[in-house]
């Protein structure tokens, strides 16, 4: 196992390479997006399949509806890879030209989309942040199934993350806490973290992850100079700000949940009072009654959610 050993990560882990995100050229790269706004609150990146037609319409609608009548600036950005031959439907491409011809709003390189590839798409808009949206107060990652509550997460971005530097704000898998999957369809092979059975980092739930934008060169930096690995949680929140070294953690694990039907029942019962402020959901039906729930909870009254950083 000598020869899988990393000095800089300090246990194994297998060669891969990627050079097509790190030096590869754009298929789309709309670089006018952030740099069109004088003052940019929040830019918000979304890792998003290629056909994932759906979900893009939501998020826009999404913030369209909730960004109204709004004093703050956000710009929404796409990240996408490719389909090899064998995957590609004629008629969802032209859709998918009309879509970022309406739009703009995606950036694409030449990756095949698996999840597997996740980490390439991670590093390719790492690398685009750096070079092309340099403005934002404060960058915002999620994955096109997230459900968010814009009216609270935006002046609580403006009063409160925008303070920090080099920090990360994320539902926060402690280290120590998460085993190493050995089997199963995200197995990992048993030459990486070889003789290790928990990873060996403190790592985010990469579903909805703040950054302050100081973090976004020193990420950049650290990928060029880090063996890459093919989980883009633990690569992109995980191994790379340790590289990155002296950041901190912020865990908003009490305001953000995966359990969607928590997040609207409590948004249902205790209004703009509920504590979160973003989920997720597969399902369109309750993708739309959370949306209905979080604009009936500002109806009458708005308060910033109770932030409380936990341990």
Known sequence: ??????????????????????????????????????????????????????????????????????????????????????????????????ENRHYGDFVQMDFNEDFRNLSLKAVMWLRWLNEHCQNPSVVLKIDDDVILDLRRILPLSVSYFAKFKRSIFCHLNKLGTQPIPRIGRTKVDMREFFNLTIYPYNYCSGFIVFLSPDMIPLLMSAARRTPFYNVDDLFMFGVLPKVVGDVTYHNIGFNVSVWNQKVRNCTTQHGASCRYFGTMTEDKAEAWNLLNAFDHAHRYDFKIPRMKILK
């Not at 246990?11 to 995100?21: E, G, N």
């Not at 600036?73 to 090899?84: A, D, E, R, S």
């Open 1 to 98: 196992m000598k020869k899988y050993f990393s000095q800089v990560l300090r246990h194994t882990i297998l060669p891969r390479d990627p050079s097509v995100v790190l030096n590869g050229t754009y298929l789309k790269n709309p670089t006018h997006l952030c740099r069109r706004h004088e003052d940019l609150d929040l830019v918000v990146v979304v890792h998003t399949s290629l056909y994932n037609f759906e979900r893009r319409r939501l998020l826009r609608h999404t913030f369209m509806r909730q960004l109204k009548d709004s004093p703050y600036t956000v710009q929404l950005v796409f990240m996408i890879g490719t389909h090899n031959k064998t995957k590609i439907n004629a008629v969802k491409e032209v859709t998918l030209r009309n």
